[in-house]
Nanobody, 121 residues
Framework: QVQLVESGGGSVQPGGSLRLSCAAS????????MGWYRQAPGKQRELVAT???????NYADSVNGRFTIFRDNAKNTVYLQMNSLKPEDTAVYYC???????????????WGQGTQVTVSS
């Protein structure tokens, strides 16, 4: 079993910054890609950013240039640095990890419980 625990959400004014963290615990053979998704009220969950184990990154157009995803493989933690926040960034942010449990397993997706980010003046 793998648990993902997020932290770092909160309320901030437009133009402000927040850093989200997501730490994985449990047992696995490898953690492959990790990422952040978000879901605003009345909308579908959408991809924000992903990062492979080899640190290749991918961003949604709406956050490219403002958000940075990075990971510390030694700590099994992925981060999302969010700068120049806008009201439209308000959402619940979810951490995701693609995990291989054992050599006999395929890849499974795990999700965190979500952390609220609110951008408002």
């Amino acid at each position: 079993q793998v648990q993902l625990v997020e932290s770092g959400g909160g309320s901030v004014q437009p133009g402000g910054s927040l850093r989200l963290s997501c730490a994985a615990s449990g047992s696995w053979f490898s953690i492959n890609a990790m990422g952040w998704y978000r879901q605003a009220p009345g909308k579908q969950r959408e991809l924000v950013a992903t990062i492979t184990r080899g640190i290749s990154t991918n961003y949604a157009d709406s956050v490219n240039g403002r958000f940075t995803i990075f990971r510390d493989n030694a700590k099994n933690t992925v981060y999302l640095q969010m700068n120049s926040l806008k009201p439209e960034d308000t959402a619940v942010y979810y951490c995701n990890a693609l995990v291989v449990g054992t050599l006999m397993d395929g890849e499974h997706a795990y999700w965190g419980q979500g952390t609220q980010v609110t951008v408002s003046s």
